[in-house]
């Protein structure tokens, strides 16, 4: 079969050759660099899109951006972070190391797994297409409250809906790829307690993607049928209500944080201890923690909500119930700490990468916990304090984690080691600009700055100017990162297999860089105890 | 700085966490007291939290450091073995049990606080829509629209920033000291959130729902906020100002109200009665027309696009005036074009559909009057 397709591409014109190779690939390499370099992609377009609102946002007053357009890069920006920068990343993280450290050939339905990558393109070339429409693009967040998105927003609106409908089907599909690949193509022996906890945190994800997924297509397609087909689900002049959008929006909305963060957990879970040279700390309470938080995301979905005028009884249950996130997080905080505890530290690119992340994810859980009391929330709810809260769980979170992963991993995967310099100047400035944008925020917020505004009033003007500053720097930053992966892969240093000198793991045993083909023989797991 | 709280708590702005001794910078980065027996109560949780979280930060970050510190390669080439100590993970999932129940205790007496609407003694029925604030005294039956006073050049950068950039309101909401004040909030089009952080009152007004909340504000001053929910292109532009008088003042002004509302009729009567010049009318309508149609129209008449469309030789502002006056006054349905008929007078619709039908290169020398405006309600 492989045979007969490379016979087939040597009579073609090259290019044509070289379209068809990454149109028809199957093989779990190949489809997880796609992904990652549409993440990446799409990453700069919305981090644009973030530069653009920062630039208006540099002075009071209305200089580069006018109102209309400032909220639809506002849309486009959340969305295309969201859909299109972090979750494709961490789908291109599974397909790349999910079968490698799991001892398997490669995922369990690879044809699906072409089909969910190439829908991407489509799903994101309709949402930003419409940037271009009469009437605009998208106008009213990511969050897309109706009515503002149903009778009020533009027509547009349409293809918006047409795109979220087909992620969601590719990360549907996606999810159930990954969970048929780690529960049947485990290599003999790799009982589920001995599973890397990057697999653990993905087959969680992908359960609470296969949960939530259904229901945001549900509720775009209510949005759908409201606009046109005469419905009125949120339309309460026609008996409908738009509290109910804000309660199936959030109950997909908060597990879908945990699907933005859940991964990094575990990217975090692989490095530290590599770099620590000791074993994972508590690798049981990792895995039940991770689950109580998967648990919890479902029944917490209230506390975006707290002044749409929930009644009390249930206002209180919200603050109870994320209140104790706090738990199982502080649990995975803690054991992070201990594993490098006494551990033999060094401080290579992926380990600075781990670490901030668990520093500057700690702030945004602190943020969190905060905002989970009802009565300071009343306080801080659609504030900057909001936005300084979620960009610092997102931003060192699910995309610093994503970094480390792609410096831990690049090795394996290009077999070539990345330039160390080069790699901490990229983490350095990216530190320092992540919190010259982001922690002002808390301030801003506090002082009352109602977020989602292209203009605000004058005494919010200083920490703002701080705010955009830190954001260009924070865009410069990541052009160092694709200049650093670029160099990569062209060339450097010659990798060795365990890349790093305490990496433990299946993927560490096979060659630098990986053949396209691996493990088609399982290999065998040393029995004994489990982790 | 303090100007947003109306100048007159900064002797209560206590700079509580950083010990700064400057006034102002506290202000600038913690959430303010406010003036409610309500908000100093939501700021001292505030702080809790914020304590109980630098607290923990310092001590998981201290920690952190230490071990990068004392146990980085070349100070301990050899690592330790352990991975698991069941008591060490079931303290550490016990403690943050305690300090959560803890913090869980004061913000539920506090919340029940908040959620109780009994016993007010005024009611005020906030009806939200794009971009304004309409308020109803359900007591004494005096109702009016508050909008942006900001001047639009001061937006595009054409004149200085006055101190009050965004946050000044052409007709505040006044309120009187030391009464339980209800408000009931509700939307005409999206939702739109009324918030006041000196009153720590933040509540949605959603179309077709009316949600509760309430205030006691015992020192009479000016206080700012702004709408909290994003609502379309004027979101940034829906500043709520609320000015709180001694309880004989509120009433005097009550008083005023009513008579003015009086006066106001006897105007009308008299607009209707006079036929307007066109140069009077064209003023009045460019006033007007800044003020409430240049959002999205532009003061071009250029519009935005296809959802925001031209006046300057649109079918409607040069076509039948039977039509322009119905879009005026009744709207377009499920768009941001409202219906002006209730919130407009006769005359100030005759005149801006004046100004709109003569002015941009439109050039249909119609003038309308007042009385044609009474007439078609």
């Excluded at chain 1, 297999?497 to 040393?526: C, K, M, N, Y």
């Amino acid at each position: 079969m492989v045979a007969h397709a490379e016979t087939v591409q040597t009579q073609r014109h090259p290019l044509l050759a070289f379209a068809a190779r990454w149109l028809f690939t199957t093989n779990h390499k190949e489809i997880g660099s796609l992904y990652l370099w549409l993440s990446f992609l799409l990453f700069f377009v919305a981090g644009l899109m973030a530069m653009f609102m920062r630039l208006e946002l540099f002075e009071p007053g209305i200089q580069f951006v006018d109102p209309l357009y400032y909220n639809q890069i506002l849309t486009l920006h959340g969305l295309v972070m969201v859909f299109g920068a972090v979750m494709p990343a961490f789908v291109g993280l599974a397909n790349w190391l999910i079968p490698m450290m799991i001892g398997a050939p490669d995922m369990a339905l690879p044809r699906m797994n072409n089909f969910s990558f190439w829908i991407l393109p489509f799903a994101f070339t309709l949402l930003l297409s419409s940037l271009f429409m009469e009437g605009g693009a998208p106008n009213f967040g990511w969050t897309f409250y109706a009515p503002l998105s149903t009778t009020y927003g533009p027509p547009s609106t349409d293809f918006f809906i047409l795109g979220v409908h087909l992620m969601g089907i590719s990360s549907i599909m996606g999810a159930i790829n990954i969970i048929v690949t780690i529960v049947n193509l485990r290599a003999p022996g790799m009982t589920y307690m001995k599973m890397p906890l990057f697999v653990w945190t993905w087959l969680i994800t992908a359960f609470l993607l296969i949960m939530v997924m259904p229901v945001l297509a549900g509720v775009v397609t209510m949005m759908l049928t409201d606009r046109h087909f005469g419905t009125s689900f949120f339309q309460a002049a026609g008996g409908g209500d738009p509290v109910l959008f804000q309660h199936i929006f959030w109950f997909f909305g908060h597990p879908e944080v945990y699907i933005m963060i859940l991964p990094g957990f575990g990217i975090a879970s692989q490095i530290i201890p590599t770099f620590s040279r000791k074993k994972l700390f508590g690798y049981h309470s990792m895995v039940y923690a991770t689950a109580s938080i998967a648990l919890l995301s479902f029944v917490v979905w209230g506390h975006h909500m707290f002044t749409t005028g929930m009644p009390l009884i249930a206002e209180l249950f919200v603050m109870y119930a994320t209140m104790l996130i706090a738990v199982p997080t502080g649990v995975k905080v803690f054991n992070w700490v201990a594993t490098m505890w006494r551990g033999s530290l060094t401080f290579e690119t992926p380990m600075l990468f781990a670490i901030g992340f668990v520093m500057m994810f700690t702030i945004g859980g602190f943020s969190g916990l905060m905002l989970a009391l009802v009565p300071a929330d009343f306080q801080y709810h659609d504030t900057y304090f909001v936005v300084a809260h979620f960009h610092y769980v997102l931003y060192p979170g699910a995309i610093f984690g994503t970094m480390a992963a792609v410096y831990y991993w690049l090795p394996k995967w290009c077999g070539h080691m990345y330039d160390e310099r080069l790699g901490k100047i990229h983490f350095w400035t990216a530190t320092a600009a992540v919190n010259l944008t982001f922690f002002p925020m808390h301030f801003t917020g506090l002082a009352g700055m109602p977020r989602r505004i292209p203009d605000y009033s004058l005494q919010f003007a200083d920490f703002n100017m701080v705010s955009s500053i830190g954001a260009w720097l924070l865009g410069l930053t990541q052009v160092l990162f694709l200049y650093i992966v670029i160099k990569t892969i062209r060339g450097g240093v010659k990798a060795t297999d365990q890349v790093w000198e305490g990496a433990e793991g299946l993927e560490w045993t096979l060659p630098s860089p990986a053949p396209r083909h691996t493990f088609e023989t399982p290999p065998v797991i040393a029995q004994g105890n489990e982790q | 700085m303090t100007s947003y709280a109306g100048g007159l708590k900064s002797g209560l702005m206590i700079p509580i966490f950083w010990g700064v001794p400057n006034i102002s910078l506290a202000a600038k980065v913690d959430m303010r007291p406010g003036v409610t027996d309500m908000s100093v109560r939501i700021q001292q949780i505030h702080h809790m939290g914020l304590w109980v979280c630098i607290i923990v930060g310092i001590i998981v970050f201290s920690a952190m450091f230490y071990t990068m510190f004392a146990h980085r390669r070349s100070k301990n080439p050899t690592p330790a073995t352990f991975s698991d100590s069941t008591l060490i993970e079931f303290i550490w999932t016990l403690i943050p049990v305690l300090i959560l129940v803890g913090m869980a205790i004061p913000a539920t007496s506090t919340l029940r606080d908040i959620e109780d609407n009994e016993d007010s003694d005024l009611t005020v029925l906030i009806t939200a829509s794009q971009w304004k604030w309409h308020y109803q005294y359900l007591d004494s039956g005096i109702s009016y629209y508050s909008n942006i006073a900001t001047p639009q050049e001061q937006i595009d950068n054409l004149e200085p920033k006055d101190e009050h950039y965004l946050l000044d309101a052409d007709n505040p909401l006044v309120l009187p000291t030391d009464k339980k004040i209800r408000f009931l909030t509700t939307a005409d089009d999206v939702i739109h959130s009324w918030w006041v952080p000196d009153f720590a009152v933040k509540q949605d007004a959603i179309p077709g729902f009316i949600n509760e909340a309430w205030t006691r504000i015992p020192v009479p001053g000016i206080y700012r906020g702004q709408c909290a929910e994003l609502c379309g292109i004027g979101h940034a532009y829906m500043p709520i100002v609320v000015e709180v008088r001694p309880g004989e003042e509120f009433d005097a002004w009550i008083e005023d109200q009513r008579i003015a509302a009086e006066l106001a009729g006897e105007a009308a009567v008299a607009a209707r009665a006079k036929t307007w010049a066109m140069d009077e009318l064209v003023t009045i309508g460019q006033e007007v027309f800044f003020k409430h149609c240049a959002t999205c129209h532009e003061r071009d008449g250029m519009g935005q696009g296809t959802k925001y469309p031209a006046l300057a030789g649109s079918a409607i502002a040069v076509g039948a005036i039977a039509d322009h006056l119905n879009r005026v006054m009744n709207g377009k349905a499920d768009t941001e074009m409202q219906a002006w008929a209730p919130q407009l007078s006769d005359l100030e619709i005759a005149a801006v559909i004046t100004y709109e039908r003569n002015s941009w290169g439109n050039d249909t020398g119609d003038i309308i009057q007042p009385i044609t405006v009474y007439e078609a309600r």
